[in-house]
C-alpha cells in the first residue's frame, strides 16, 4: 500500500532505524519520514497518512491534509485533544497497557517505602544516631499484606496494579464506569465515596478528563480512613493540590505518594516538597530503557492491522478522552 508515515517523536538513529525496518518488512512501499522538529513535521504532513507523535497540536492537524491516523507515544492524550481534531474522522490511538507493570512495581515500592519506613533508615544513614532510629522504626513499620486497597481506575495499569499487589497480599478492589466481579470486585464509580470510607490505600489511576480533573479534593478526602495512605500515578490534574496540602497537613490522608503533579515539573515552591508525609518522584513510573521500543513494537502491529484491514489496537475515544 502507498503509505506515507510521518514521526515526529524520538529522535534516536537507532530507534528511527528500527521503526524503519519493521514497517518495511509488513509492506515495502509504506514510506516512513521523521520530523526533529515542528516545522519539519509541518512540511512532512502535508501529504502524510499517519503520524506517530508525542503530542498532536491544531498546528499538526492543519498542515496533514490527508491524515487519518495518529498515534501517541504515551497513554495520556488529554493534551492532544481539541475540537477540530475530536470533531474529525482522524483516528486517534495511544500506547496504554505499555506501562502497566513499571507503574505497579513503583506503586508496590513506594508502599513498602512507607510501610517499612525506610525513610528513617535515610536519616539513620545521615546522622547516624543508632538506637533512636531502631526504636523508630520498630515501633512505626507496617506489615501491608491484609490491608484494604481501593484502586480508582481500571484501565490496563490499573488491572495490573491490582494484581500485583493482590499476589503481594493485600486487599484489592477496584473503581470503574461500571462494575465487574471477579477475583478483585470493580465497584461502579457512583459508589466512589462509599468504598473510600472502606479502604486503607487508595491508589488513583483514571485518565484526565472533564469528569475526573479536580475529582479529589477537599470533599472527598475527608471521607478517607484515618491513617489512609493516597498514591497518584494517574494524572496530576486528578488532585486540587491546595486542597490535598491542607488536608495533608490535618492528616486525612496521612500519607500520599505522588508521581505526577497538577504542574510539571513540580514548582520549586510547591508545599509538597516541604510537607514531612509525602513521598515524590518526578513523573517517572512509566519510564524504562526500552521505552521507545516498546512504543514502536505497539505501532508496527497497529500498522500491520491497518494495511490488512483489521481493527486497531488500544483506538482512543477522542470525545471522552479515554
Known amino acids: 500500500m502507498n503509505l506515507k508515515i510521518v514521526s515526529f517523536a ?3 538513529p537507532q530507534r528511527q532505524n528500527e521503526l524503519v525496518e519493521a514497517i518495511r518488512g509488513l509492506d515495502a512501499d509504506v514510506q516512513v519520514f521523521f520530523a526533529a522538529n ?15 507523535a508525542h503530542r498532536f497540536t491544531e498546528t499538526l492537524y492543519d498542515a496533514a491534509k490527508n491524515l487519518k491516523w495518529v498515534h501517541i507515544t504515551g497513554a495520556g492524550i488529554e493534551r492532544s485533544l ?17 506501562h502497566a507493570r513499571p507503574m505497579a512495581e513503583w506503586v508496590l515500592g513506594a508502599l513498602y517505602y512507607w510501610a517499612q519506613r525506610f525513610d528513617v ?22 506489615v501491608l499484606a491484609g490491608r484494604s486497597t481501593l484502586v ?47 479502604n486503607e490505600i487508595v491508589i488513583l489511576t483514571l485518565p484526565s478528563t472533564n469528569q475526573t480533573r479536580g475529582l479529589f479534593n477537599r470533599r472527598l478526602f475527608p471521607l478517607m480512613k484515618d491513617g489512609s495512605i493516597l498514591v497518584n500515578v494517574g494524572r496530576g490534574a486528578l488532585i486540587d493540590e491546595t486542597d490535598l496540602i491542607a488536608a495533608l497537613k490535618q492528616g486525612k490522608p496521612a500519607y500520599a505518594l505522588l508521581d505526577v503533579f497538577a504542574d510539571e515539573p513540580l514548582p520549586e515552591e510547591s508545599e509538597l516538597f516541604s510537607l514531612p508525609n509525602v513521598f515524590l518522584t518526578p513523573h517517572v513510573s512509566g519510564n ?6 516498546r512504543v514502536h513494537e505497539i505501532f508496527a502491529e497497529n500498522v500491520a492491522r491497518y494495511l490488512n484491514g483489521v481493527p486497531l489496537n488500544f483506538v482512543v475515544d477522542k470525545r471522552r478522552g479515554y
Open 10 to 12: 524520538s529522535q534516536n
Open 38 to 52: 515542528e516545522d519539519e513535521a509541518v512540511a512532512l504532513l502535508a501529504d502524510a497518512d499517519v503520524l506517530l
Open 82 to 98: 481539541f475540537e477540530k481534531f475530536i470533531e474529525s474522522d482522524v483516528m486517534l490511538t495511544n500506547s496504554r497497557g505499555l
Open 121 to 142: 533508615a535515610e536519616t539513620w544513614r545521615r546522622d547516624r544516631h543508632w538506637q533512636e532510629h531502631k526504636k523508630t522504626m520498630t515501633r512505626e513499620r507496617l
Open 152 to 198: 480508582v481506575g481500571y484501565g490496563e495499569v490499573g488491572k495490573g496494579i491490582a494484581e500485583l499487589l493482590l499476589a503481594a497480599g493485600l486487599k484489592v478492589e477496584g473503581i470503574a464506569t461500571s462494575e465487574r466481579k471477579g477475583n478483585i470486585h470493580v465497584f461502579p464509580m457512583e459508589l466512589l465515596e462509599e468504598r473510600l470510607e472502606q
Open 288 to 293: 524504562f530503557p526500552e521505552y521507545t521500543h
